[in-house]
């Protein structure tokens, strides 16, 4: 069950066939970028690209906004076909379609975003750029990268360059985009497959090598860098991602203040050092290189996955974005996240909704914290082919990233799952031969 809108609200079009992007608006990214980048120290390396010319797909790492600065910067004096997202547009529709954007809303199938990257390539000529971790790093290091990406390629039969961003994240975590910091950004554009590659190699291989280019960890480069970041708030916010104690176990009463991140349940505290690493101030430190912590709340939540006792379920604050003038608030509803996927209820208009994304279907999710757009709390976007809805949690406090852990092992399991029983025909197949 949709939801049931007025009539004034329209759907934004993902399929619009892209425009081709003027010199004059090349131009104006460049310079504007230019004089962006003007005060913060950065470095753009050119790699394998001698003879590198478009059409050719550009995949780059994703850690915030800065991000599309230095892309331009490193592109130059190509036109560049971006991969946006719907909330990218919000007030700005026109704008996006004029430097020749092409709209995708989260995690969702879209056969129409192939199309539109197919006729970049066949006749605009231009370099189409994607983000395929489709959200900003949490935790700065590598998010799962899909599967269909290797096929895409196959499909288009152009070269491939990879633009591996550095310090981007260390300079404005996700979690604290309010507080920059002091650091240097590096940034490599490296050629990766020629056309001809491309034609020789299977998907696999080519997903292989993607993998490996796409590897990238800041904490391990900060320290190998010797970058030290001096801010007296370098750990605020860091409990968004930390959600989970170590120590006593105790989810979403995490917090941070300064230097230091905290159990609000136990008391014990951490101090994160000027190169990016914990100490506890009392006892063990479990965790002393930060994504080693994210990574054990990952196997914590595999575990309920695997187990099948994996269940949320709250009220939460949900606006929707159908088009990309304005989200239209929808009040409150029943979020449940589940073995089965998402399924959020509610009424609007005086008739009830219902929106489901099976587990199945879904291999990330789109997290916020502290949205800008809306208000400052932390809030999930569950998509669907034409709308877009964003769901605060209001009594469940710190849950996001659980929920974003939980999206990615219900994908992975049921994958699995989906292999075995492949396999399994196959060898019953060959027993009744």
Not at 94 to 118: H, P, V
Not at 332 to 357: P, S, W
Request: hydrophobic share 35%; with cysteine.
């Amino acid at each position: 069950m949709k939801i049931n809108y007025s009539r004034r609200v329209k759907h934004y079009n993902t399929s619009k066939k892209p425009l081709r992007q003027i010199k004059l608006f090349t131009w104006i990214l460049y310079v504007g970028s230019k004089m962006i980048m003007a005060f913060q120290p950065h470095k753009i390396e050119k790699i394998n690209m001698e003879g590198f010319e478009r059409p050719y797909l550009l995949l780059s790492n994703h850690h915030y906004f800065v991000d599309f600065y230095l892309n331009a910067l490193a592109t130059y004096p190509n036109p560049v076909n971006n991969v946006a997202t719907i909330d990218g547009y919000y007030r700005r529709p026109f704008l996006m379609e004029w430097l020749g954007c092409i709209c995708k809303r989260k995690f969702t199938t879209d056969l129409g975003l192939i199309r539109s990257i197919r006729y970049c390539f066949d006749e605009l000529k231009s370099v189409v750029c994607i983000y395929p971790e489709a959200r900003y790093t949490p935790i700065g290091t590598t998010a799962i990268l899909p599967e269909s990406l290797g096929k895409m390629v196959k499909m288009c039969g152009v070269p491939v360059a990879v633009l591996i961003h550095h310090g981007n994240y260390l300079h404005t975590p996700f979690w604290d985009h309010d507080h920059a910091r002091k650091v240097k950004l590096h940034s490599t554009l490296t050629g990766l497959l020629t056309a001809e590659d491309v034609k020789r190699l299977s998907a696999e291989e080519i997903n292989e090598k993607i993998r490996k280019a796409f590897y990238y960890n800041e904490y391990e480069w900060q320290k190998n860098n010797n970058i030290r970041i001096t801010e007296s708030f370098r750990a605020q916010g860091l409990h968004k991602v930390l959600y989970q104690c170590p120590h006593c176990m105790t989810e979403s009463r995490m917090n941070s203040k300064g230097t230091e991140i905290f159990c609000e349940a136990c008391g014990k505290r951490w101090e994160m050092d000027e190169l990016g690493e914990l100490h506890a101030l009392e006892g063990e430190t479990e965790f002393s290189h930060i994504p080693d912590w994210f990574e054990w709340e990952r196997a914590q939540v595999r575990k309920q996955v695997r187990e099948g006792i994996y269940h949320f379920e709250d009220e939460v604050d949900v606006y929707s974005l159908p088009a990309a003038w304005r989200f239209e608030k929808l009040g409150k509803a029943r979020l449940v996240h589940d073995m089965t996927g998402f399924t959020l209820t509610g009424e609007y208009n005086g008739a009830e909704y219902c929106i489901h994304r099976p587990a199945k279907g879904m291999y990330g999710l789109h997290v916020e914290y502290d949205y800008v757009y809306l208000k400052p709390a932390d809030c999930v976007d569950i998509s669907t082919d034409d709308d877009s809805f964003y769901c605060y949690p209001m009594t469940e406090n710190n849950v996001v990233t659980k929920l974003s852990f939980a999206t990615e092992e219900l994908f992975i399991m049921y994958k699995e799952q989906k292999q075995e029983e492949k396999l399994k025909k196959r060898q019953a197949l060959k027993k009744e031969e």
